[in-house]
Every structure is written in structure tokens, then in C-alpha cells.
């Protein structure tokens, strides 16, 4: 009997060392998050889901998942920027489907096949390509942005449904586009490390039959760790509809997501971060 309670034990401690789908980032991938402290739990939905993005044989940044709205939350990164050819096809996550799938993002059609899932079990359990079909006025929007990482793997990582939502096309190209690749530049200065978050407030729209929201907004936040002894941070927000950006400080941008969060105090970093 206690040579069968050992051996279950044993096997939960390698169950749990594999999971992509976690419980929680604290124990898990936490080095995506400025002294590994996550947003609280304001932002959190009613259905979410805890992923530590892994690809190859790597994690490379962490999405808190909303399963009903099949949109992320927010996704979590440290930033190391350079250009982004694309290539690779799209990805999803297995373990959305079930734990007992491979922890690593897959093509569709390799999963489909491997797993032995048919594309109905897969759409139930998170938005799919054919979601993101055909849209009007709308793109692929990256929390996670393909060229803030600097090697192809972690690039490719962030090109998984689980990382993007429907994002108005004129924001997506136009001063998004400008914020993540000017404005980051020049923000970044003299930073070490910076530590990002970036997420999206569900809307009441959707696409695809209802299937995927649409987010009312989209908002970005920063902490960079310019030596041991001085940090800096900054944010932004955008209406999901609109071809502009608003620029706040960390304080500021919580408190604005304190509002659209029905009043829940909203904090995004460590408190050693600074809000002003």
C-alpha cells in the first residue's frame, strides 16, 4: 500500500512538472513577470485558463485565457525586439482540449491528426483559424507582438490563436503599429529589462456566430529595470475602433482598467513599480 501511495505521488509530481495548462504563474513560468508577481485577480474571467506558452522545448511567455470569450486576457513577455519575418502557420493549444495532451502549441492539422480530436472538440475548446476568416475591417491582433522577441522560435511562439484578437484594422497598422515598434523604442532607453503586459477588455461584440469577442479596448504596460535601484514604467490604451493611442502612466492605466472592471482595483505590477 504505501509502495502504490508513493508511486501516485510520484506520478502526480511528473504530471504537474509537464503541464502547459496551469493552475497558476506564481509556480509555474513566473520569469515572464517583473519580480515574478502577476496581475492580480481583477482582470481574471469567469472561465480562464492559465497558460505558460510553451513551443520546441521552451517557454516563452505566459496568457491568462478566456475559454468562454476565446480571447486572451492579457499575455506576459520580456522584451528583446528585432524584425519579424513571418512564416510559419498558425498555432493552437492542446491542453485547452485536455490535460492530457502535449503541454507544446500545434499546427491544427497536426494536432487533428496526431491527437485523434476532431475540429468541433478543438473549436469548443478555443478559437480556431477558421474564426479569424474572412474578416471585415478587422485583423489578427498580437498581444504578444512577433517583433519584440529576437530569435526565430520565440517569434514563432507568438503566432498561436491563443495570443491574438480581433483587432480593428486601421489600430492594428496604423498607431499600434507605432506604438509597439517606435514607442517602445524610444520608452526602452537605458533599459536592462523590461517586463510587459499586454491585454484586452472584453466588448459585446463578436465574430464568427458569436463565437469570438471582440474587445472594447486594448491596452499595453510596461516596467524596465534600468539598474538594481532605478525602474520605470509606462502604458497605453486604445479604443478597439479607433486609429489611436492613448499614452498614460502604470497608475494610470490601472486605474482606467479599475473602471472598465466594474470597480475591481486593477494591479499590473509589483508594487516596486512605479505608477506616477
Same mark, same amino acid.
Given at each position: ?95 485547452? =482540449?485536455?490535460? !492530457?495532451?502535449? &503541454? ?8 487533428? @491528426?496526431? /491527437?485523434?480530436?476532431? %475540429? ?105 529595470? =534600468?539598474?538594481? !535601484?532605478?525602474? &520605470? ?8 475602433? @479607433?486609429? /489611436?493611442?492613448?499614452? %498614460? ?28
Amino acid at each position: 500500500m504505501l509502495l502504490l501511495l508513493l508511486l501516485q505521488v510520484s506520478a502526480t509530481c511528473l504530471w504537474l512538472g509537464r503541464s502547459e495548462v496551469v493552475t497558476s504563474f506564481q509556480g509555474s513560468c513566473p520569469q515572464f513577470f517583473f519580480r515574478q508577481t502577476p496581475p492580480n485577480q481583477a482582470l481574471e474571467p469567469q472561465n480562464p485558463a492559465w497558460i505558460c506558452q510553451h513551443y520546441g522545448n521552451q517557454y516563452y511567455f505566459a496568457t491568462l485565457y478566456d475559454r468562454t470569450r476565446r480571447i486572451p486576457v492579457y499575455s506576459a513577455y520580456v522584451y528583446n525586439p528585432t524584425s519579424c519575418p513571418r512564416t510559419d502557420p498558425w498555432m493552437i493549444e492542446p491542453q485547452l =482540449v485536455g490535460l !492530457n495532451y502535449n &503541454k507544446s502549441m500545434e499546427k491544427t492539422r497536426t494536432f487533428l @491528426k496526431e /491527437g485523434n480530436v476532431t %475540429l468541433k472538440q478543438l473549436g469548443d475548446s478555443q478559437a480556431i483559424l477558421k474564426d479569424y476568416k474572412s474578416l471585415k475591417g478587422l485583423h489578427r491582433g498580437h498581444l504578444n507582438p512577433c517583433g519584440h522577441h529576437n530569435d526565430s522560435s520565440s517569434m514563432n511562439a507568438t503566432f498561436t490563436l491563443t495570443n491574438i484578437v480581433p483587432q480593428d484594422e486601421n489600430l492594428n497598422i496604423g498607431a499600434w503599429k507605432n506604438y509597439e515598434q517606435q514607442t517602445m523604442k524610444n520608452k526602452t532607453q537605458g533599459c536592462k529589462t523590461t517586463y510587459v503586459v499586454v491585454g484586452a477588455v472584453p466588448g459585446n461584440n463578436y465574430i464568427s456566430n458569436g463565437r469570438v469577442n471582440k474587445p472594447s479596448y486594448i491596452w499595453s504596460s510596461a516596467c524596465c529595470e =534600468v539598474d538594481n !535601484n532605478h525602474r &520605470k514604467a509606462w502604458a497605453v490604451i486604445a479604443e478597439n475602433d @479607433k486609429n /489611436g493611442v492613448t499614452l %498614460l502612466t502604470l497608475g494610470g492605466l490601472e486605474n482606467r482598467l479599475t473602471q472598465l472592471y466594474r470597480g475591481n482595483p486593477v494591479s499590473l505590477f509589483d508594487s516596486a513599480c512605479p505608477r506616477q
